[in-house]
């Protein structure tokens, strides 16, 4: 297996209907379009289409959530995301979703939320960890280097550790946005740990969601917010004023961005592939990642959509070392600081600094 693979990784940027199998969404769409729903014949060279832009990724998601929007189609691809993740070796997995509601459906965004945490609770292939451990009996601390040790006597059972961030859809109200919230501090004994900000960049406005999001954070919500995606420099500012706990791209920031940025040491969620293939950064030998790897700054390699981009995490590291010229310690080092910047509690940060630095000693 590539270094790359076996590698342990963190994936804090992945958004859930952006990760789906091609084979499940054709299927998906292919039944829709047995009961005449969709047509298929329309929608299959779309789901297959490789490079798309900014604009026409939105499009393709409208077209996706149409797909998937009930309850037994979000168990399954939820399920599978898990175990997609896992299998090339994700060890912390924050997986965000835009909680849905479908009247015609029976579906509020809670049962939606209620057919994801579904999804978790199915998935076969690995143990996943997503209820908090003060919230289980059970104490799932060093379950991850319990893990390390089975894998060194030989018998194997992987464990993913899930965490949810419920994301604010920029075409949503604030009162939509206020919904979401409450529902995802409600949900936080399953695991729900923030709250991220995306959507289509040209839609909307700061202002709208800014409610929801200080109510989240005053009530100990983690936040994420999608910035700098398009040229907005007013709206970078004010989402810099907020001081989000992480931000994602940050691909069109001007200079007092950056510097504003960097001091106060927000991490970045870096989605390589997805920023090229939008067009947001136009070639990787520009990529921002250069100047906040040389300068420390804090951040983090994602997927974004790793079904829309046609991408996995391993392959974002191997893009970023063989891009960047960094080698497989750098790599791992890179990989490894990732848990300083979850939203997760200090019990599964604990947990994956040892299974880390266990991991560790095999690459000496
Ligand atoms: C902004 C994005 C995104 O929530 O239905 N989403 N928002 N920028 C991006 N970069 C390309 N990629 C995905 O997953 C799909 C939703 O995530 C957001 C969009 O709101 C999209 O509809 P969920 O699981």
């Known amino acids: 297996m590539e270094w790359w693979v076996s590698m342990p990784k963190i994936e804090l940027h992945a958004h859930l209907n952006g990760s789906i199998r091609d084979f499940t969404l054709l299927e998906l769409a292919k039944a829709l379009g047995d009961k005449g729903v969709i047509d298929f014949s329309q929608v299959e060279h779309v789901i297959l289409k490789n490079d798309r832009s900014l604009s026409e990724v939105f499009k393709l998601f409208d077209l996706i959530h149409i797909v998937t929007t009930d309850h037994p189609s979000i168990t399954r691809i939820t399920k599978e995301v898990v175990e997609d993740f896992a299998s090339e070796n994700v060890v912390y997995l924050e997986l965000r979703t835009t909680p849905k509601k479908n009247d015609s459906l029976g579906m509020s965004k809670r049962s939606y939320i209620e057919a994801v945490l579904e999804g978790l609770r199915a998935v076969s292939s690995v143990d996943v960890a997503f209820i908090p451990c003060n919230e289980e009996p059970r104490n799932l601390s060093s379950s991850l280097l319990a893990d390390a040790n089975d894998k060194c006597n ?20 604030t009162e939509a946005a206020m919904e979401t ?37 005053e009530q100990g919500l983690y936040i994420t917010l999608h910035c700098g995606e398009v040229s907005n420099s007013k709206e970078i500012h004010d989402m810099l004023d907020f001081l989000p706990h992480r931000i994602g791209h940050a691909c069109f920031f001007e200079e007092e961005h950056w510097r504003r940025l960097k001091s106060s040491n927000i991490p970045v969620e870096i989605c390589l592939t997805s920023n090229i293939k939008t067009l947001s950064v136009p070639t990787i030998d520009v990529h ?10 804090p951040l983090v390699l994602c997927t974004d959509d790793s079904g829309v981009f046609s991408t996995t995490l391993s392959n974002e590291y191997k893009i970023a070392a063989s891009s960047f010229g960094l080698g497989q310690k750098e790599m791992f080092e890179l990989s490894k600081n990732a848990i300083e910047f979850i939203f997760a509690d200090n019990v599964v940060k604990e947990d994956l600094r040892n299974f880390f630095n266990s991991a560790a000693k095999n690459l000496e």
Do not use: C, Q
Not at 155 to 169: E, G, N, Q, T, Y
Not at 196 to 205: R, Y
């Open 154 to 173: 030989g018998s194997m059972r992987k464990k993913i550790f899930v965490r949810l961030l419920l994301s604010i859809d920029r075409r949503e109200t």
């Open 288 to 297: 921002h990642f250069v100047d906040l790897y040389n300068v420390k700054h």
């Open 181 to 217: 919230v409450i529902l995802a501090l409600e949900m936080r004994h399953f695991g729900v740990v923030g709250i991220d900000l995306s959507g289509n960049p040209a839609v909307g406005e700061w202002i709208t969601y800014l409610p929801a999001l200080k109510f989240a954070r």
